[in-house]
């Protein structure tokens, strides 16, 4: 993603369209600025941290009950 693109979706995160989902979105309190992180990773970025939130999940399981299926 070049930096005119980045600059672009950053207003757009930041300033969404009236009555756009976005502005639905961030008003229902979603941090937008997560896709922006999200897009600006490579897909190897992105299964990278995919499969670091899944091995967060199994250690947070196994230590807890409360999380067990």
Do not use: C
């Not at 672009?8 to 756009?20: F, K, Q, R, T």
């Not at 600006?40 to 941290?49: G, K, L, S, V, Y």
């Amino acid at each position: 993603m070049g930096n005119e693109e980045q600059a672009w979706l950053l207003e757009l995160i930041h300033n969404p369209p009236a009555g756009s989902k976005l502005e639905a979105a961030r008003n229902w309190g979603v941090d937008l600025t997560l896709y922006l992180r999200t897009l600006a990773m490579t897909p190897e970025e992105r299964i990278e941290n995919m499969v670091a939130v899944r091995d967060f999940v199994f250690d947070l399981r196994s230590s807890t009950s409360v999380l067990k299926p």
